[in-house]
C-alpha cells in the first residue's frame, strides 16, 4: 500500500466538511422545551461524527493508505468525464428557458458523444424522440407539468 | 386468523382491475428498467419514483411492489446474460449463471432463476402474512427510547458491520445524516443547513440522493474509466424449459435459499448481498456435483436467485411493521410512502388497513404475474440488454434529470443532483459504499424525532435509552457489534506479538 494524493484530500475534505458543519450548528438555537435539548443537539452529534471520522480516514491515509481498498480503476479519461458533465450543465441552464425538449436532445447528444458515439445524425433522431414521447407522457398522461420553452408554439399549449 | 380475514380483504384490493393494471404496469416497467446494465433495484425504484406522483396511494404503492419485484428479476436476466461485474446482490448468479449461458444454457439458467424467484417470493410472502401481525403486536410496545435504540442498531449494523471497511461505511452513513438534517427541524420549525436557498427548506429528496449517486455518480464512472470497454451478450439458444435432472437439483436449492435469504432480509443486515453468497456456499457444500460449480452448475444459480427474492420480501417486514428500511432499497420505498403522507409502522396496520394488506396481497399477484410475464417475454428483455452504451446511458440521464426537475420545476435540484453525482462518482471511486448514504438520509430525521420524543417524555433525563430493557438491549448488541470485533483483532495481535 502507498500513500495516495486523492485519499489524502478526501479524507481532509471530510474533516472540512465536520469542520463547516459544526461551525453552522454553532449558530442553530438551544432551547428545547421539556427534551431540554433543542435543534442544534443532532446537528452537533452529527458534526462531531464526520470531524472524527475524518481524523480516523486521515490517519489511515497518512499511514500507508486506506484499509481494505477494492481494486483500483485506473487511466482516467477527461474527455468522456467532461462531456457527461457539459450535457448535465448545458440542461441545467436550458430546462427552465428553452424547454424540457431541447434540454432533454441536448442532455442526450452530449452523453452519448461522452460515450463514444460517432453517429449524431442517429442520436439526434432518438433524442428527439424520447424527449416528445417523455415530454408528452408526463404532460398529457400524468398530468405533471414541465416546461414547454421554445417549443411551446408546436406543442399547442402543453406544459409550462 | 385475524391475519387471514386481513389478507382477504387485502386481495379484494389487490384484484380491483385498476390495481391489478397497476401491478401490472409495476412488474414490466421495473423488469425493463432492471434490465438495463448497471441499473440496479435501489436507481429502479429512484427513478420511477415520479411517475407515480398523481397516483392516489394504494395504486402506487402496488405499483411499487411491482417495480420493487420487477427490478429484482430484470437484474438477473442481465447477470445471467451479460458478464458485468454488476449488483452485489447478483454476483454470486454470474458465477454460475453465467457460465451456464455461455455453454449454451441460458434457457435453463433464466428459467431456474425465474421459478425459483416465484417459489421463494411466495414463500417469503406467507412467511411475512405470518410474521408481520406479531411484529406490529410487539411494536406497539415500543416507545420513542426503543425506536431510537432499534434505529442505532440498524445504522452500525448497516454501516459499520458489512461492507470492507468500518470507517467507510460510517463515513457515508455520517453523510446521508447530515443531508437529512437540511431543511426544516420538524419540531421546532427552525430551518437548519438551508442557507436560504428555498429548495432546501424541503430538505434533501431521497429521490434526488439516490438517482445523483446511483445514476449520475455511475454514468460519470462508467464514463472516465469504461467507456470503451466492450460487453458480450449472450444468445439464448434452444429451450427454455428445464430438464428433469434440472428440476430435481433446483428445488432443495429454492427451498433452502428460501430459509436463507428470509430471515436475513429481516435483520439489518443490508438486504440481499450475504444471503446470496451463503446460498451459494451451501449449495456448492451439499452438490453431488461440486466439480460442476464454476463451469456452471444449476444449483448456484437456482440457489442463489431464490435467496435474494426471498431477502427482497423479509425486506419488507421491518419496513412494513416498524418503519425501519434496511437496505438502499427499502429507504426509497419508504420514501414513497412518506411523498403520501404515509409513515409505515404499526399504526398504519390500523390506520390504513385496506392500503397495507392490498399492498400484501399485491405481493402473491405481483409473484404470479413475473412468472406468467418473463420467460415469455425474455426476447423483449434479450432486445433491451443490446442498447449500446451511449444511448443507454444518455437516456438514463434524460429520465434521472426529469425526477430531480420534476420536484419543484427548479435548476437547484438539478444542481443538486451534479452535487450528489460528484460524490457517487468520488465513492464509487475510492471504495466508499453508498448505501449507508441512503439509508442515513431518511432514517436519521426518523431517529431525530423519536429521540427527541424520548427525551421530552422523560424531562431531558438520557437514562432513559439505558433503564427500559428493549432499548438498553438493542443499545448493548449494538455497542457488543463494534467493540467485540475490535478486541479480537487486536488481542489477536496482541498475542501474536
Not at chain 1, 417523455?134 to 402543453?158: E, H, Q, T
Not at chain 2, 430484470?74 to 449461458?101: D, F
Not at chain 2, 414463500?123 to 411475512?128: M, N, P, R, S
Amino acid at each position: 500500500m502507498h500513500r495516495s494524493g486523492a485519499e489524502i484530500a478526501l479524507s481532509l475534505g471530510v474533516l472540512a466538511l465536520g469542520v463547516g458543519v459544526a461551525a453552522v450548528t454553532a449558530t442553530l438555537p438551544s432551547e428545547g422545551g421539556y427534551a431540554r435539548i433543542g435543534p442544534n443537539f443532532i446537528p452537533a452529534v452529527v458534526a462531531a461524527g464526520i470531524i472524527l471520522l475524518g481524523l480516523w480516514l486521515s490517519f489511515e491515509a497518512f499511514t500507508g493508505g486506506w484499509r481494505k481498498r477494492d481494486e483500483q480503476s485506473e487511466g482516467f479519461e477527461p474527455s468522456p468525464f467532461l462531456w457527461v458533465t457539459g450535457g448535465l450543465f448545458a440542461h441545467m441552464v436550458l430546462i427552465g428557458w428553452a424547454g424540457f425538449i431541447i434540454a432533454g436532445t441536448v442532455l442526450f447528444l452530449c452523453v452519448a458523444r461522452g460515450f463514444g458515439s460517432r453517429r449524431p445524425a442517429r442520436d439526434l433522431l432518438i433524442a428527439l424522440g424520447l424527449s416528445v414521447g417523455i415530454f408528452l407522457f408526463f404532460v398529457k398522461l400524468l398530468n405533471v407539468s414541465l416546461p414547454a420553452g421554445w417549443l411551446a408554439p408546436l406543442l399547442g399549449g402543453a406544459g409550462i | 386468523m385475524e391475519a387471514f380475514n386481513a389478507l382477504l380483504a387485502g386481495f379484494g384490493v389487490a384484484l380491483q382491475p385498476m390495481n391489478l393494471l397497476w401491478g401490472l404496469i409495476g412488474v414490466t416497467l421495473g423488469t425493463f428498467v432492471g434490465v438495463l446494465p448497471g441499473v440496479g433495484p435501489a436507481l429502479t425504484v429512484a427513478m420511477l419514483l415520479p411517475l407515480t406522483v398523481k397516483l392516489e396511494p394504494t395504486g402506487a404503492l402496488i405499483m411499487f411492489a411491482g417495480i420493487y419485484y420487477g427490478a429484482m428479476f430484470g437484474g438477473s436476466t442481465t447477470t445471467i446474460l451479460l458478464n458485468t461485474p454488476g449488483e452485489s446482490a447478483s454476483i454470486a448468479t454470474a458465477l454460475e449463471g453465467n457460465r451456464m449461458a455461455k455453454a449454451g444454457r441460458a434457457g435453463p439458467a433464466l428459467a431456474t432463476s425465474a421459478i425459483g424467484s416465484f417459489v421463494a417470493g411466495t414463500i417469503a410472502t406467507i412467511l411475512l402474512t405470518l410474521l408481520a401481525p406479531l411484529v406490529v403486536d410487539l411494536a406497539l410496545k415500543f416507545g420513542p427510547a426503543e425506536y431510537f435504540a432499534l434505529m442505532v442498531f440498524a445504522f452500525i449494523t448497516v454501516a459499520a458491520v458489512l461492507g470492507n471497511s468500518t470507517v467507510r461505511g460510517l463515513t457515508s452513513l455520517f453523510l446521508g445524516l447530515f443531508f437529512g438534517l437540511i431543511g426544516i427541524d420538524s419540531q421546532t420549525g427552525q430551518p437548519r443547513f438551508s442557507f436560504g436557498v428555498p429548495e432546501l427548506l424541503d430538505g434533501v429528496d431521497v429521490v434526488v440522493l439516490a438517482v445523483g449517486l446511483f445514476a449520475v455518480g455511475e454514468a460519470l464512472y462508467v464514463a472516465a474509466y469504461h467507456s470503451r470497454l466492450a460487453e458480450t451478450i449472450e444468445k439464448v439458444r434452444g429451450s427454455l424449459l428445464m430438464s428433469a435432472s434440472d428440476w430435481k437439483r433446483s428445488w432443495p436449492a429454492w427451498l433452502r435459499a428460501t430459509a436463507i435469504g428470509f430471515p436475513f432480509g429481516t435483520i439489518p443486515a443490508g438486504g440481499s448481498e450475504i444471503p446470496t453468497f451463503l446460498s451459494y456456499a451451501t449449495e456448492k457444500k451439499l452438490s453431488k456435483h461440486p466439480h460442476e460449480f464454476g463451469k456452471g452448475a444449476i444449483e448456484g444459480v437456482a440457489g442463489p436467485e431464490a435467496a435474494n427474492n426471498a431477502a427482497a420480501t423479509g425486506v419488507l417486514v421491518p419496513l412494513l411493521t416498524l418503519g425501519i428500511p434496511t437496505s438502499a432499497t427499502a429507504a426509497i420505498l419508504l420514501g414513497a410512502f412518506q411523498n403520501y403522507g404515509l409513515q409505515p409502522g404499526p399504526l398504519l396496520f390500523e390506520s390504513q388497513k385496506d392500503l397495507v394488506w392490498g399492498l400484501i396481497a399485491s405481493l402473491y399477484v405481483g409473484n404470479i404475474i413475473l412468472l406468467i410475464l418473463n420467460l415469455p417475454l425474455i426476447g423483449i428483455w434479450v432486445k433491451v440488454l443490446e442498447i449500446p452504451k451511449d444511448l443507454l446511458y444518455a437516456g438514463i440521464l434524460v429520465f434521472a434529470t426529469l425526477g430531480a426537475y420534476s420536484l419543484h420545476q427548479s435548476w437547484v435540484d438539478l444542481l443538486t443532483l451534479y452535487v450528489f453525482g460528484l460524490l457517487g462518482f468520488a465513492m464509487r471511486r475510492w471504495d466508499i459504499p453508498v448505501g449507508p448514504a441512503v439509508i442515513g438520509l431518511i432514517l436519521g430525521p426518523l431517529a431525530e424525532t423519536q429521540f427527541r420524543r424520548a427525551l421530552s417524555i422523560s424531562q431531558g433525563d438520557a437514562s432513559v435509552f439505558f433503564t427500559q430493557p428493549i432499548s438498553a438491549t438493542f443499545l448493548a448488541i449494538t455497542a457488543a457489534l463494534i467493540i467485540v470485533p475490535f478486541v479480537v483483532r487486536h488481542w489477536g495481535r496482541l498475542r501474536r506479538g
